[in-house]
Every structure is written in C-alpha cells, then in structure tokens.
C-alpha cells in the first residue's frame, strides 16, 4: 500500500509542473497574447448634413486603400454624426467613404429641406490612433482625390490635405473643424466656433454655387446647374468639379481654382439653414443671414446661448469668417 500510494503522489507532482510550465520555470507558453485596443474613426459628414449613408473606413496598405468589402463599416446618423471601429487596433493611413444607401439624404442649406444624397464624398487621414475625429466634407473629398494621384502614405496624405487648405487658403477653410456650430463642446470658445462657423458658411456657398454659377462644370464641361438638372445632381456635379481643381497631390490646376473661388466668393449667404449642436445634444436649424451679426446673434440665442455670450462669441465670427 505505501509503494502504490508513494508512485501515486510522484505522478501528481509531475502533473502539477508540467502545468505550471515544467522545471524550466518558463510560464504557460501556449497562453494567448492579449488582442490589441481597438482603434476608431469618428467625425460629421457634411454637404449639408448628410443622414443615413453608408460610411465605409478602409485601411490604405501598399499605397492603396483595401476593397470595400474589407472596410469597416457603418452608417451616418440623422446628425451627419458617424464612428467606425477598427477591431483589430489598426493604426496606419486610412480613406473614409461616405456613400449612398437606400434611404440616404443631405440637406440643402439654401431652403433647409433634405434632398436624396446619390454620390461619394471621402476623406484621408494620415494615421489613426486611439479616436480619431475625421469630418467628410467636399474640401475633404478634394484632398482624397489629390491623396489618390499617387501611391498613398502618411506623408503624402498630409501633403495633400495641405495643398487643398492652401488652394483655399482665401476662404479660410480648415478640414480640421466640426463643419456645424457645436455649443454642445465648444460654446465657452469663440475661436473654435468661428472656424465651425466658416466652414458651414463655405459650405452653404457650395450649395449656392452648385445652383447658381456656371463655373463650375462638370467631365463633359457643361454648366452644374444646366436646365433640366436636380438639385442632387447639381450638388453632385459641384463637389467632383471642386475635387477636379486638385492637379496632383500637392498642386492645384490655377485656371480650375480660380473658377471655383469665384464662383464660391460671388454667393451671398443670407438665408442660410445654419445647423447648430446644442448642449442637450440635439441639432437645431436656424435660417440666418449669415452676413448680419444680428442675425448670427439671434440665432446663437435661440440655440441656447445667452445674450452676453452670443455678443462675444458673434463678434468673433464676424471677423473671422471669410
């Protein structure tokens, strides 16, 4: 009984290392290494606010962005809001799509009605890390054609979203900013609020423009705004005029962006369906004339702000927009 009981307890033990990793005092090596932090790519997209689209963030590998059956995926939200997850902690070079689904639309800031969103608008970014904010907006659909030119990397992205703000420069335009007024983050900084303020003015322009000049032309070079045209088409034709202005990654056609700066600069943007994000979360359209700081100040008002506050904050915008 002593020698049964005696090889009993030598044959646990050896069980017992060998679950512990074995004499060598390794560790578990067939533990399985912890999956990396999910990544993300988050922002608003915008002609006007566009809701319910398809929104695909597809990683740039080897220069070229994947196919879109192996994007991340998800869809705006009515606030043009939208946040795509990378499961796998991607953190390279990345091309948003913001794309027409079945039932997407996008506002027309020129009579605050929402029309049928029929095309693709993109954006670039050259790294992503931890959340990164992306806004997709026509400049932004510029820079990813520029961006697409070429064998595309973090360089070249940064190159090429920096050309397009420097053939912009005159409107001030800066693809970094939330392209609607959000009280919701930014209500105690002016500065913040002047850019978001600009950016939906330039905005509203592209819309006024896309109905109203004839400079900007579409492949076959007949006018955006032909007879017969809808108003989605018209925006449509307009945004892929403007992303035609980019002549390579870091260069812009003079004579296309000449077109295009005058046909924006000629629009007078009273009238404007301006959205607002306001504290509680909720989006507000306010018609404004967007040229009257009254006007800017009623509106900033009836979004919530207080009287003080939307006299400082409207006498920032004022000088700050373009």
């Known amino acids: 009984m002593n020698k049964i009981t005696g090889v009993t307890l030598v044959l646990v033990a050896v069980a017992t290392l060998a679950g512990c990793g074995g004499s060598g005092g390794g560790g578990d090596s067939s533990s399985a290494a912890?999956?990396?932090?999910?990544?993300?790519?988050?922002?608003?997209?915008?002609?006007?606010?566009i809701k319910q689209a398809r929104v695909l963030a597809c990683r740039i590998a080897n220069g070229v962005a994947e196919?879109?059956?192996?994007?991340?995926?998800t869809t705006t939200g009515n606030d043009g809001s939208y946040s795509v997850v990378f499961r796998d902690g991607f953190a390279g070079p990345a091309m948003v799509k913001v794309m027409a689904g079945t039932a997407s639309t996008?506002?027309?800031?020129?009579?605050?009605?929402?029309?049928?969103?029929?095309?693709?608008?993109?954006?670039?970014?050259?790294?992503?890390?931890?959340t990164t904010t992306v806004h997709v907006t026509p400049f932004s659909e510029m820079a990813a054609s520029a961006a697409s030119m070429t064998t595309m990397d973090a360089t070249k992205i940064s190159q090429s979203i920096a050309a397009v703000q420097s053939a912009m420069s005159t409107l001030g335009v800066d693809m970094s900013v939330m392209p609607m007024l959000n009280l919701r983050t930014n209500a105690s900084d002016p500065a913040v609020l002047t850019l978001q303020a600009n950016m939906v003015k330039q905005l509203a322009r592209v819309a006024m423009a896309a109905k109203n000049s004839s400079l900007l032309k579409d492949a076959n070079g007949a006018a955006c705004n032909n007879t017969g045209t809808t108003t989605s088409q018209q925006f449509a034709c307009a945004v892929t005029a403007m992303a035609g202005v980019m002549s390579s990654y870091v260069t812009a056609d003079t004579a296309k962006s000449a077109n295009l700066l005058a046909a924006l600069n000629t629009q007078n943007v009273t009238g404007i369906s301006m959205p607002i994000l306001k504290a509680d979360g909720t989006i507000d359209m306010q018609i404004t004339d967007m040229t009257s700081a009254a006007s800017?100040?009623?509106?900033?008002?009836?979004?919530?702000?207080?009287?003080?506050?939307a006299g400082n904050t409207v006498n920032a915008m004022m000088s700050g927009m373009h």
Request: hydrophobic share 40%; charged share 10%.
């Open 34 to 49: 912890a999956p990396p932090a999910a990544t993300s790519v988050s922002g608003t997209a915008a002609k006007g606010i």
């Open 296 to 309: 800017m100040q009623a509106a900033m008002q009836n979004a919530g702000m207080t009287a003080n506050a």
């Open 67 to 73: 196919p879109d059956a192996s994007c991340a995926s």
């Open 106 to 130: 996008m506002m027309d800031e020129t009579t605050g009605s929402d029309i049928p969103y029929n095309m693709t608008m993109r954006a670039v970014v050259p790294s992503v890390s931890g």
